[in-house]
């Protein structure tokens, strides 16, 4: 399959291309962005064939799919283009910057396949949960959180091309709370559906040197459960973190890279088994490729619908947050 990228500025890129090339299922066409640094790397480590500065110049090269890792501003206009001309699109997460960006990708999405990658859907262990989370093991779900941190972007060592961005509110869409209470905001929607109510807070408390802010918490209201979506860029270390899913037999944390039970007779928790992802769902690119080939729509927590739930709830935490009150994610 003739696959092209369109942007370069997202540092996940790197490693989904190297899963595209892996898969032996994808010829690598066309890197398109206007860096030439990075589009020249792309031809250098991955053998691209073409590097362009333009999308418009991409069509006559006959792309059969596109990954659009450009900044969440950008991400509709890609989604777009490559659906007047027929091309599914795979981008990665969240959807876009704002909600009226992904209603936009979502009417393209009924036109061309459309897949919103979210890293943590590729979690063995984060599967896992969710598969028993929306059965009946843990009993009627009570509670959902998802916290998401580390020291920032720049201090993480992200290139200057991405961090730039997520610095940049109108490219972001926010800061922290667009970056990472996403995926808060995304394990809610698959497992527990559209909120009644949303509140926020935000801040800039520690990194003073950048725009926006570098923490945030999204919460999350239903009619018999709340869900918790955290977001930090000042957190020193890997914990806390994580996955927490509680209903009123059983709860499931992951710690230390185990999937954990906890209930009346298992305290301190016990250790679930986890069966390995399936061949043709173990990454991304490979999911939509395989779903390419079989001409079925990514589903679950990739489809561009929790996608467009999960911006619904992330506009409504921004909303939120300014007003100081509770905003209903329906009435957006």
Same mark, same amino acid.
């Given at each position: 399959?003739?696959?092209?990228?369109?942007?370069?500025?997202?540092? !996940?890129?790197?490693?989904?291309?190297?899963?595209?090339?892996?898969?032996?299922?994808?010829?690598?066409?066309?890197?398109?962005?206007?860096?030439?640094?990075?589009?020249?790397? #792309?031809?250098?480590?991955?053998?691209?064939?073409?590097?362009?500065?333009?999308?418009?110049?991409?069509?006559?090269?006959?792309?059969? #799919?596109?990954?659009?890792?450009?900044?969440?501003?950008?991400?509709?206009?890609?989604?777009?283009?490559? #659906?007047? !001309?027929?091309?599914?699109?795979?981008?990665?997460?969240?959807?876009?910057?704002?909600?009226?960006?992904?209603?936009?990708?979502?009417?393209?999405?009924?036109?061309?396949?459309?897949?919103?990658?979210?890293?943590?859907?590729?979690?063995?262990?984060?599967?896992?949960?969710?598969?028993?989370?929306?059965?009946?093991?843990?009993?009627?779900?009570?509670?959902?959180?998802?916290?998401?941190?580390?020291?920032?972007?720049?201090?993480?060592?992200?290139?200057?091309?991405?961090?730039?961005?997520?610095?940049?509110?109108?490219?972001?869409?926010?800061?922290?709370?667009?970056?990472?209470?996403?995926?808060?905001?995304?394990?809610?929607?698959?497992?527990?559906?559209?909120?009644?109510?949303?509140?926020?807070?935000?801040?800039?408390?520690?990194?003073?040197?950048?725009?926006?802010?570098?923490?945030?918490?999204?919460?999350?209201?239903?009619?018999?459960?709340?869900?918790?979506?955290?977001?930090?860029?000042?957190?020193?270390?890997?914990?806390?973190?994580?996955?927490?899913?509680?209903?009123?037999?059983?709860?499931?944390?992951?710690?230390?890279?185990?999937?954990?039970?906890?209930?009346?007779?298992?305290?301190?928790?016990?250790?679930?088994?986890?069966?390995?992802?399936?061949?043709?769902?173990?990454?991304?690119?490979?999911?939509?490729? !395989?779903?390419?080939?079989?001409?079925?729509?990514?589903?679950?927590?990739?489809?561009?619908?929790?996608?467009?739930?999960?911006?619904?709830?992330?506009? #409504?935490?921004?909303?939120?947050?300014?007003?100081?009150?509770?905003?209903?994610?329906?009435?957006?």
């Amino acid at each position: 399959m003739r696959v092209a990228v369109v942007g370069l500025v997202h540092d !996940h890129v790197w490693k989904l291309l190297e899963q595209f090339a892996a898969s032996g299922r994808a010829e690598l066409v066309a890197a398109v962005d206007p860096n030439a640094p990075l589009t020249e790397r #792309a031809r250098r480590e991955l053998g691209f064939q073409h590097a362009l500065a333009r999308m418009d110049d991409l069509w006559s090269l006959r792309p059969e #799919a596109i990954l659009c890792c450009t900044a969440n501003r950008d991400t509709a206009d890609v989604v777009e283009q490559a #659906a007047a !001309h027929g091309v599914p699109v795979m981008v990665e997460k969240p959807l876009a910057a704002n909600l009226a960006q992904a209603r936009r990708i979502a009417a393209a999405a009924k036109r061309v396949p459309v897949m919103c990658n979210w890293p943590v859907a590729w979690d063995a262990n984060i599967r896992h949960a969710l598969d028993l989370a929306r059965g009946d093991s843990l009993g009627s779900l009570y509670t959902m959180r998802y916290r998401a941190a580390h020291r920032g972007p720049r201090e993480e060592g992200m290139s200057q091309y991405f961090w730039s961005w997520l610095y940049d509110a109108e490219q972001n869409g926010a800061g922290a709370l667009i970056d990472y209470c996403c995926y808060g905001s995304a394990l809610a929607a698959l497992v527990l559906g559209l909120p009644t109510s949303v509140t926020a807070v935000k801040g800039r408390l520690v990194k003073t040197d950048i725009p926006v802010e570098d923490n945030a918490i999204i919460l999350m209201q239903y009619p018999t459960a709340f869900a918790l979506a955290e977001a930090c860029w000042t957190q020193a270390g890997n914990r806390p973190g994580g996955l927490q899913i509680l209903g009123h037999r059983a709860g499931l944390i992951i710690e230390g890279g185990r999937l954990l039970r906890v209930d009346q007779e298992h305290g301190q928790g016990a250790p679930v088994q986890v069966p390995p992802l399936p061949e043709g769902e173990r990454n991304g690119p490979e999911y939509f490729l !395989h779903c390419l080939d079989r001409g079925v729509e990514p589903a679950g927590l990739v489809s561009w619908q929790i996608g467009l739930d999960a911006q619904r709830i992330l506009e #409504a935490g921004l909303l939120a947050s300014r007003s100081g009150s509770m905003v209903r994610p329906a009435d957006l």
